[in-house]
Antibody, heavy 116, light 107 residues
Framework: QVQLVQSGSELKKPGASVKVSCKAS????????MNWVRQAPGQGLEWMGW????????TYAQGFTGRFVFSLDTSVSTAYLQISSLKAEDTAVYYC?????????WGRGTLVTVSS | SSELTQDPAVSVALGQTVRITCQGD??????ASWYQQKPGQAPVLVIY???NRPSGIPDRFSGSSSGNTASLTITGAQAEDEADYYC??????????FGGGTKLTVL
């Protein structure tokens, strides 16, 4: 079954870090780029950037540089999003999305809540 | 701010036709793709390219484009089509961008 399975919800304190995983199955992981998309509560979709699953080279959208890191473990067909120095405004659902030329496969999303 | 502009909300009577639009200069160079998102769910691709539907998307969904405007048309809207709809394309730098989304209400 072709799918992206994301890790579960996280509750973190401000200043902490979080690592979200996105495990692909049912297709060749390195045949598609992996994108990350944020959706803050009640807000729209915001593209965070993407990672080349062949080279591991990440590209970050404006506003997602510095504290955000995309990485891969191709041996287990998994992409990761790490966010450091968490702030309350990082509270959101984070989606991974497979891209051929379009986002044709999405994970279910991971809710990250940042609260003291 | 998004470089793709969508109306925040649109409504349609059950069984009628509705057009959801997306405006942006980059749409003169790139096709838009369209995503449907229901509450608590991940987005789902409904239209891509010139006017293509992924497997499983009903044929009442269609896409078109003219100049700087892309449109998603639902012909014979059903209650289950009530959702948020997002357009996606590239910005002036070639990076991905989403429109602000349109909340569709089926009356």
């Amino acid at each position: 079954q072709v799918q992206l399975v994301q890790s579960g919800s996280e509750l973190k304190k401000p200043g902490a870090s979080v690592k979200v995983s996105c495990k692909a199955s049912g297709y060749t992981f390195t045949s598609y780029a992996m994108n990350w998309v944020r959706q803050a509560p009640g807000q729209g979709l915001e593209w965070m950037g993407w990672i080349n699953t062949n080279t591991g080279n990440p590209t970050y959208a404006q506003g997602f540089t510095g504290r955000f890191v995309f990485s891969l473990d191709t041996s287990v067909s998994t992409a990761y999003l790490q966010i450091s120095s968490l702030k309350a405004e990082d509270t959101a659902v984070y989606y991974c999305a497979r891209e051929g030329r379009y986002f044709d496969l999405w994970g279910r999303g991971t809710l990250v809540t940042v609260s003291s | 701010s998004s470089e793709l502009t969508q109306d925040p909300a649109v409504s349609v009577a059950l069984g009628q036709t509705v057009r959801i639009t997306c405006q942006g200069d980059s749409l003169r160079s790139y096709y838009a793709s369209w995503y449907q998102q229901k509450p608590g769910q991940a987005p789902v691709l409904v239209i891509y390219g010139k006017n293509n539907r992924p497997s499983g998307i009903p044929d009442r969904f269609s896409g078109s484009s003219s100049g700087n405007t892309a449109s998603l048309t639902i012909t014979g809207a059903q209650a289950e089509d009530e959702a948020d709809y997002y357009c996606n394309s590239r910005d002036s730098s070639g990076n991905q961008v989403f429109g602000g989304g349109t909340k569709l209400t089926v009356l």
